[in-house]
């Protein structure tokens, strides 16, 4: 994983760049085919409170594709929040009537049970949640859905049981957008948010850069070179369409979505520099929001829609600032350390991650706006492109661990992190979607 430089002028051949996701960019429009490799999540660290649960295998889903059991125990035990209890060895399924005193004997509070059965049309999947500790039947749910969806339903049942007993909103059945380069050919993948099950929405022999979901989760938008220099497009997930938002003389690039989808903050240089613009999602005249004698750029919302968080080196090296979303005087947010970038704000509007440069390294943080604490939150020092999940509780970014490109995901105190593990190639630009309806 290559680090980039600030500053540095904004073309193609002036690398070192700050950041990739500034000025690089490209993809050429390919249709969806099934990954070629997928990841392997492995799970390290412990949490000070996780929720014991034990989880046996669904009866028959030995016939099935897809170890639906093992999937929700992995979402589960990634979130942070609980703790698998072994189960090895029983299988119970949606009316079976548990022995809880067994369970709660041997460690578990809660207890999930179900059945996969192969039918004419697919899978019927059953599952039903359990209270051991008060003996109390919390609901289940049924599903029949063709093979392809197996891996969505464990996804849903995660969901539901992470919902059921923290009484928050499950993350589990959400997408991740990441990119690869493998060799010559760069790559932007769409993903189940344990980074399994990925498909090619994007594939180029050109960089692909800053890929960003829009609000609903239909769209993606992105920066493309094709053309030889910095564009920005939005992409339709699911058609492959795509459509030009920003083609301005110089470069077009760092797309960020409005909450309510209607526009895009996009850096541009049309107008000399690199500068903050905002400009309609279906495309139009772009609108400037200030005027800096610095590079700003890295633009992201805050969920409230108030303010745009940027990166600029106004002060003389890059740190976050923040601005209204109708333009005016920007203020600095970062001040601890000298090289700030990459910031990303949680849809409940209390955290701020970034990366920051320490001895020689870039490093994952994370601030509490309200008290402007920060906290580093890994022992990597290849880190970049941090982003939230929907519920505000994991951050997706990428890395180098044990000599490779990965994909992490950790809590925000940095209890627990899960290695999204690709078999081969540079792994970055990760992208954490919204809920789905």
Wanted: overall charge positive; glycine content about 10%.
């Amino acid at each position: 994983m290559t680090k980039t430089r600030f500053p540095s002028l904004i073309t193609e051949a002036a690398k070192p760049l700050f950041h990739r996701r500034h000025v690089l960019g490209a993809a050429l429009a390919a249709p969806a085919v099934p990954a070629l490799a997928q990841f392997r999540v492995e799970i390290t660290g412990v949490g000070i409170r996780q929720i014991p649960i034990a989880l046996p295998q669904f009866r028959g889903e030995d016939g099935a594709p897809q170890k639906i059991s093992a999937i929700v125990q992995a979402d589960l035990v990634r979130s942070g929040r609980f703790k698998s209890i072994d189960a090895s060895g029983e299988q119970l399924d949606e009316s079976s009537r548990p022995d809880v005193a067994k369970w709660t004997a041997n460690g578990a509070e809660y207890l999930s049970v179900g059945s996969v059965t192969r039918g004419s049309n697919g899978f019927d999947v059953r599952f039903r949640l359990w209270d051991a500790v008060k003996g109390a039947d919390l609901g289940g749910q049924s599903y029949n859905v063709p093979q392809a969806d197996l891996r969505l339903v464990a996804h849903k049942i995660a969901d539901y049981i992470y919902e059921k007993i923290t009484g928050e909103k499950g993350v589990f059945s959400t997408r991740i957008a990441y990119v690869t380069k493998a060799g010559p050919r760069y790559t932007l993948w769409v993903a189940d948010s344990d980074g399994e099950n990925a498909q090619s929405a994007l594939a180029s022999p050109e960089p692909i850069i800053s890929p960003t979901w829009s609000p609903a989760g239909t769209q993606l938008a992105y920066v493309s070179f094709e053309s030889r220099k910095p564009v920005v497009y939005v992409h339709e997930v699911s058609s492959g369409r795509r459509r030009l938002i920003a083609n301005f003389r110089g470069s077009n690039s760092a797309p960020a979505w409005s909450p309510d989808g209607s526009t895009l903050a996009v850096t541009l240089s049309r107008d000399g520099g690199s500068q903050l613009y905002t400009i309609p999602s279906s495309g139009g005249e772009p609108r400037r929001l200030m005027q800096s004698s610095g590079i700003d750029t890295e633009p992201t919302y805050s969920k409230d829609g108030r303010y745009i968080y940027f990166v600029s080196d106004r002060g003389g090296a890059p740190q976050i600032y923040r601005v209204g979303t109708q333009g005016g005087n920007a203020e600095r947010v970062t001040f601890s350390g000298s090289y700030n970038i990459s910031p990303s704000i949680s849809p409940d509007g209390r955290t701020l991650a970034y990366i920051t440069r320490a001895g020689g390294g870039y490093k994952l943080q994370v601030m509490d706006l309200a008290s402007s604490s920060v906290a580093s939150v890994t022992d990597t020092t290849s880190d970049e492109s941090p982003s939230f999940a929907p519920n505000s509780r994991l951050i997706v970014y990428a890395t180098r661990e044990g000599g490779r490109e990965a994909l992490m995901t950790t809590t925000l105190d940095g209890k627990i992190k899960a290695r999204l593990a690709g078999q081969s190639g540079d792994i970055r630009e990760p992208d954490w979607g919204p809920y789905q309806p």
